[in-house]
């Protein structure tokens, strides 16, 4: 079994920042691309940023230049560094990563969600 529990979220201003984490649990034999999506209300889930096992990123046109995806391998981690954070950018925030399991073998799994809001 595969958990990946999101934390950081929150509420900011406009301009502000926010980190948000997901840590992938369970028995886990490599994890392959992790990434974060978001949606929003009344809005499609949308890709936000993904990256590699070997730290290739890439980014939502819209998010280009104010976030920042990062991971840890040793501690089975993915970051999302969010800056200069703008109104549009309020959603929810879901982790995703593809996991190879010693029983399943590949599949993607999701986390709960973290909720960002962005005040004007």
């Known amino acids: 079994q595969v958990q990946l529990v999101e934390s950081g979220g929150g509420l900011v201003q406009a301009g502000g920042s926010l980190r948000v984490s997901c840590v992938v649990s369970g028995s886990i034999s490599s994890i392959n691309v992790m990434g974060w999506y978001r949606q929003a209300p009344e809005k499609q889930r949308e890709a936000v940023a993904v990256?590699?096992?070997?730290?290739?990123?890439n980014y939502a046109d819209s998010v280009k230049g104010r976030f920042t995806i990062s991971r840890d391998n040793a501690k089975n981690t993915v970051y999302l560094q969010m800056n200069s954070l703008k109104p549009e950018d309020t959603a929810v925030y879901y982790c995703?990563?593809?996991?190879?399991?010693?029983?399943?073998?590949?599949?993607?799994?999701w986390g709960q969600g973290t909720q960002v809001t962005v005040s004007s």
């Open positions: 990256i590699t096992s070997g730290g290739s990123a």
């Open positions: 995703s990563a593809y996991v190879i399991t010693p029983v399943v073998g590949g599949s993607n799994y």
